[in-house]
Every structure is written in structure tokens, then in C-alpha cells.
């Protein structure tokens, strides 16, 4: 876990978002939706137990959205989401049961394909059968919600797909383009359960926690962890990878005074990519997603879409590798691109360099550092150089600033 979020695990077990009895209550209520609603049962239901629109709160569809709304919220989105409802439909003002086309011609057939998707999807969510799931022709919200309720431990209680893009994007876990909402709730799960901390929470409670630390995309009055004497969010909140609008710039190398210090403090202007940031993982993760993104559209311009699902982000893969992305350039060359990021604006830049970053571009002359300057605004800049270490030698400062000290030993005999 980045320790930024760390230091609010303790506020947010205090606060208004966790309450236990509450959990419990929801829980309560999750079981008994279980037991009523039986693969079996599913399969018998009558239209009239199934539909919302009647003023019957005890539907399957009223249960699932109003009773258990605190397991994952599916308000707001039309009740088309359901298949079949009872209700008007734009200037038709006529109350009657409706349809959505792909289900079938008449109320009975869709109704009686709906029920067998649903008890298809409770299926494919035992084995977790992601490639069932996904072409479940549920709609992905009332699928989400159907697979939170049956397994709670196993699926995120988030279905909006704005929602989950929002997360991606402030835990950096990757583009969002092209994702279905459930690749995208198993993507965010799987950050939850690699970390030491969240991983024995429920989902109930990590989903609490991303809300309680970023506040809500589409709701206001949900605004993150909120420090009380300023009024002001504690943790930053990013704009999200696919509304960036990078520029690439151009800067000139100039040569460093050897009589002025090139030590690794922010004095004389200088920008300090690592120092300030070394805790804060976020942004180099975000520098890294939009210097992927960029690398995409570049692709794309230059007429080499074919090389795009070549791409890879191998620091996700290998932190040990000496570079982040592996792409390609315009002439279809593999480049190994470092990325560094910082908050600053363009400028001169100190940053750390581990021994196997330093030895990759020495060894590599398709090794690019790229610069992302101002990489958490929604308009960064990418200075992109060509192993910097070779081509400019002279520009370049090189400062040990650490060693590794190993000590074998022996247990003493006397």
C-alpha cells in the first residue's frame, strides 16, 4: 500500500463510512436475498415477482436495488437495465410491461430468457468463469450487483463503469479503454489482495475505503478524506488517464557547472523528481500510464497500429528489468523507455537511477528516459531522450549517493 493511504486507515476505521452494525444489517439482509432467491426460485418466478414499476417493494428488482442499495449502489441507471419492466418509455406515456429487443419479441420470451441468464451467471460466477461472465447478456450493472450478493467475497460491490474507471485511475492500475466493468472490478480486487493490509478486509470495506479516500465521481457531497483545518482533500485526486492532454516537448541539454553542487536537494531551482516522491508511488505509476498512452497514440499516428498489443508495461511485470515500457518507434525499432515523473514544471532535472537502469542504457542504444513533468495535472508535458547517458555525456552528472553493504558472518567458536 502507498504510505500515503496508510495514514488514513486509522481515521477511516473512526469515521462515518465504517459502521460494523451496519455491515451487519446489510449482511443480514444479503443472506436473506440468497435464500429467497434460489437458482430454482429464479427459474419459477412470475413476471410480477420479478419487475420493478408495480409499487411491489418485495421484487427481485426492488430488493436488489433499493433493499440491498448499500451493497453496491445501481440507482439512477434506467430500469431498462433489468430486461423487462412495467412503466412509460419516453413520450410513450403508457404504463405496460416493456422489453429490451435482445431478449426476445414478446414479454413472456424475454422474461423467460432473463431468468436463464441470471441462473447462468450465478453459475459462472461459483467457478469464476470470466469469459462466461463477460459475454452474460445481463446488463453489466445488474450483473455486477447479482455477482456481489451471491459471492461477497470474491466481487467488487462497484458497478459504474465511471465509478470503476475513477478508481483505476487514482490507484494507477492501468488503462481503462476497451475493459469490461468486471475486468475492471477483478483488476481492482486484485490490487485489494496483493496488499498487506486490505487483503483481509471485506469488499464491503475496501469499497467504503476508495470512496472515503477519493470521494465519488459523480457525486458531491462524497468528497474524500477532507483535512478539517484547511477543508481541503488530504489525498490528491487525479484527473483520469483518457482526459490527459500531454504535450511532448523539446528541451536542450545544457552542460552542469562542476564548480556548483550537484547534490540531490531542490536548492538553485533544480526539480527533484525522486527525493520528494520517493513514498509516493502513485504518481511514477501515473507518469507511467501516460507515457503509455502517448506511446499508443503514436503508433496509431504513425501508421504502426499493428505494433500497439506489442507494447508492454514491464515494470508491472519485472521491477528489476532497468526500464518501464517496452515500445516500438516510428520505424518499427523496440525502444526500452524509463520513466520518471514529478509535480514540477519543466526544468532541470535530478532524479535517482537504480544499477540495473544504468546498466541497461549503457548496454542499449534504443534506451529512452522519458520526463513527465507535471505528471498529475490533466496536461502533462513528456521530454523524451535518447539514452541520455551516451549521447550526452557531457550533460550529464552522475552522483553516488548510497552503497550496499554486505557483512557475512560466522558464528564464533571458542
Known amino acids: 500500500m502507498d504510505i500515503a493511504y496508510q495514514v488514513h486507515i486509522a481515521g477511516f476505521e473512526e469515521s462515518k463510512f465504517l459502521d460494523v452494525d451496519k455491515e451487519k444489517e446489510i449482511e443480514e439482509l444479503r ?63 403508457e404504463k405496460k410491461y416493456r422489453i429490451v429487443g435482445k431478449w426476445g419479441d414478446t414479454v413472456e420470451e424475454a422474461f423467460e430468457a432473463i431468468k436463464r441468464e441470471i441462473v447462468n451467471l450465478i453459475e459462472a460466477g461459483a467457478i469464476k468463469d470470466f469469459d462466461k461472465i463477460n459475454n452474460n447478456l445481463i446488463s453489466p450493472m445488474l450483473k455486477g450487483k447479482i455477482l456481489s450478493i451471491y459471492y461477497p467475497n470474491d466481487y467488487l460491490n462497484i458497478f459504474s463503469s465511471s465509478h470503476l474507471d475513477f478508481f483505476m485511475n487514482q490507484l494507477s492500475l492501468g488503462l481503462t479503454k476497451g475493459i469490461s466493468e468486471i475486468d475492471k472490478q477483478k483488476i481492482i480486487l486484485e490490487y485489494k489482495n496483493n496488499d498487506p493490509i486490505m487483503k483481509s478486509w471485506s469488499i464491503y470495506k475496501f469499497g467504503k475505503f476508495l470512496y472515503y479516500l477519493f470521494g465519488s465521481p459523480t457525486n458531491n457531497k462524497v468528497k474524500g478524506v477532507i483535512d478539517v483545518d484547511s477543508n481541503k482533500p488530504m489525498v490528491e485526486v487525479f484527473s483520469g488517464i483518457s482526459d490527459v492532454n500531454y504535450t511532448i516537448i523539446e528541451l536542450r541539454p545544457k552542460s552542469i557547472p562542476t564548480t ?17 516522491n520517493r513514498n509516493n508511488k502513485r504518481l511514477g505509476d501515473r507518469g507511467e500510464l501516460i507515457v503509455l498512452q502517448s506511446e499508443i497514440n503514436k503508433l496509431k499516428t504513425c501508421g504502426k497500429r499493428n505494433l500497439v498489443k506489442a507494447i508492454k508495461h514491464i515494470s508491472k511485470e519485472n521491477d528489476a528489468a532497468g526500464y518501464d515500457i517496452l515500445s516500438f518507434d516510428e520505424n518499427g525499432n523496440e525502444i526500452y523507455i524509463e520513466v520518471k515523473s514529478t509535480r514540477a514544471k519543466p526544468g532541470d532535472a535530478n532524479f535517482y537511477l537504480t544499477a540495473n537502469e544504468l546498466e541497461r542504457a549503457k548496454n542499449d542504444i534504443n534506451y529512452w528516459v522519458y520526463i513527465v513533468f507535471e505528471a498529475n495535472s490533466a496536461n502533462p508535458k513528456i521530454w523524451r531522450i535518447n539514452n541520455p547517458f551516451e549521447n550526452n555525456k557531457d550533460e550529464i552528472s552522475l552522483v553516488p549517493v548510497a552503497f550496499r553493504v554486505r557483512i557475512g558472518v560466522e558464528e564464533n567458536s571458542y
Open 31 to 93: 443472506v436473506r436475498f440468497v435464500a429467497d432467491y434460489s437458482k430454482d426460485s429464479i427459474l419459477n418466478m412470475k413476471i410480477d415477482e420479478y419487475i420493478n414499476g408495480k409499487g411491489d417493494r418485495n421484487t427481485f428488482c426492488n430488493r436488489i436495488e433499493t433493499e440491498l442499495r448499500d451493497l453496491g449502489n445501481m440507482k439512477g441507471a434506467f430500469a431498462t437495465k433489468f430486461g423487462v419492466y412495467y412503466g412509460t418509455f419516453g413520450a410513450d406515456t
Open 260 to 276: 556548483k553542487s550537484t547534490s540531490t536537494n531542490n536548492s538553485g531551482g533544480k526539480v527533484d523528481f525522486e527525493e520528494k
